[in-house]
């Protein structure tokens, strides 16, 4: 069975330094792979996605993500942290002829002055 | 995102009322889901659908049931409710040829 996995439940960083949020999957094929970010007292908004194509991706706010086959890893990247960057976040992996999206349990990201 | 709207954003009810969530959207979706969150257990899906005339089960629908009565317009009812169904539930809509789904701000229920 399909499956994700976010190791880390809570992580805290200083603001100005760089983030690095990790996303692992269990699936047979390359799935559709997503990060959506939740705001306190928000709904999901999505920060990227990957098809297919360059396993580099770009999101909105500065986040980046790297899809690694070989390590069935989709990270999410941030080179310099905001303190508005305080939020839950979680992967989410969509599969081919699968009707829903499974999503990870969340990390939640503390940003420290 | 504003084109996902829901109400109510909070809810305090008893055990045993019967509750709806209702879900609406402009961006023209065929497709819409209604998921519940629980503290780290990420989301989980209770039932979705593809039109109106397609309905399916989900994860975890026991205890819950949908209406579909217009494309735009996608309802979660809770029958009976009980305190176990205490939760933030979320609706999404899902691209008609593509994968993105966009969701709601999200409904707080606490069932006492």
């Known amino acids: 069975a399909q499956s994700v996995t976010q190791p880390d439940i809570h992580i805290t960083v200083s603001e100005g330094a760089s983030l690095e949020l990790r996303c692992n999957y269990s699936?047979?094929?390359?799935?559709?792979l997503f990060w959506y970010v939740q705001s306190p007292g928000q709904g999901l908004q999505l920060l990227l996605k990957?098809?297919?194509?360059?396993?580099l991706v770009q999101g909105i706010k500065g986040f980046e993500a790297e899809f690694k086959r070989s390590q069935s890893s989709f990270n999410l990247r941030k080179p310099s942290v905001h303190w508005s960057d305080a939020a839950e976040y979680f992967c989410?992996?969509?599969?081919?002829?699968?009707?829903?999206?499974?999503f990870g349990t969340g990390t939640r990201l503390t940003v420290i002055p | 995102d504003a084109d996902v709207t829901q109400t109510p954003r909070n809810r305090i009810t008893k055990t045993g009322k019967r509750i709806m969530l209702e879900c609406s959207q402009t961006?023209?979706?065929?497709?819409m889901y209604w998921y519940r969150q629980d503290p780290g257990l990420g989301l989980q899906l209770i039932y979705y659908?593809?039109?109106?005339?397609?309905?399916n089960k989900g994860e975890i629908s026991d205890g819950y049931s949908v209406s579909r009565q217009a494309q735009a317009k996608f309802s979660l009812s809770l029958e009976s409710a009980i305190p176990n169904q205490t939760a933030l539930y979320f609706c999404?809509?899902?691209?008609?040829?593509?994968?993105?789904?966009?969701f709601g701000p999200g409904t707080r229920l606490t069932v006492l």
């Open positions: 999404a809509t899902r691209e008609n040829s593509g994968d993105t789904q966009y």
């Open positions: 699936y047979g094929a390359t799935p559709y």
């Open positions: 990957y098809f297919s194509g360059d396993t």
């Open positions: 989410a992996v969509g599969i081919t002829g699968a009707n829903n999206l499974f």
């Open positions: 961006k023209g979706h065929d497709r």
């Open positions: 659908s593809f039109d109106v005339k397609d309905i």
